[in-house]
Nanobody
Framework: QVQLVESGGGSVQPGGSLKLSCVGS????????MAWFRQAPGKEREGVAY????????SHRDSVKGRFTISRDNGKNTLSLQMNSLKPEDTAMYFC?????????????????????WGQGTQVIVSS
């Protein structure tokens, strides 16, 4: 049974930092593409960052470039998202996602419909 469990969310002031983690189990972790998505109230779920199975390819949406960094440790089945210089507009529920099929395009990497497995989410609130 595939499980993804996120942790690390919380409430911070603007300019602060958080590190999210996602531990996967029940599948061959290093065969899977991984990504972070977020969903704010009343908005669609959007892709935030993507990383390939080996970790050799990674990308971030424009609004978080230079502030967020995705990484993975295949030895520990762990996906991370380091978030610095947080802004109020980063407030959302953050989800990790996994899928085995290659993501050849940017659109595929950031499309929620391209991912089969999801965690339950961890809440991030950025507010003064």
């Amino acid at each position: 049974q595939v499980q993804l469990v996120e942790s690390g969310g919380g409430s911070v002031q603007p300019g602060g930092s958080l590190k999210l983690s996602c531990v996967g189990s029940g599948y061959t972790y290093n065969d899977y593409n991984m990504a972070w998505f977020r969903q704010a109230p009343g908005k669609e779920r959007e892709g935030v960052a993507y990383i390939s199975p080996s970790g050799g390819m990674r990308s971030h949406r424009d609004s978080v470039k230079g502030r967020f960094t995705i990484s993975r440790d295949n030895g520990k089945n762990t996906l991370s998202l380091q978030m610095n210089s947080l802004k109020p507009e980063d407030t959302a529920m953050y989800f990790c996602a996994a899928d085995r099929w290659p993501k050849a395009t940017v659109a595929a990497r950031y499309s929620a419909t391209e991912y089969e497995y999801w965690g339950q989410g961890t809440q991030v609130i950025v507010s003064s």
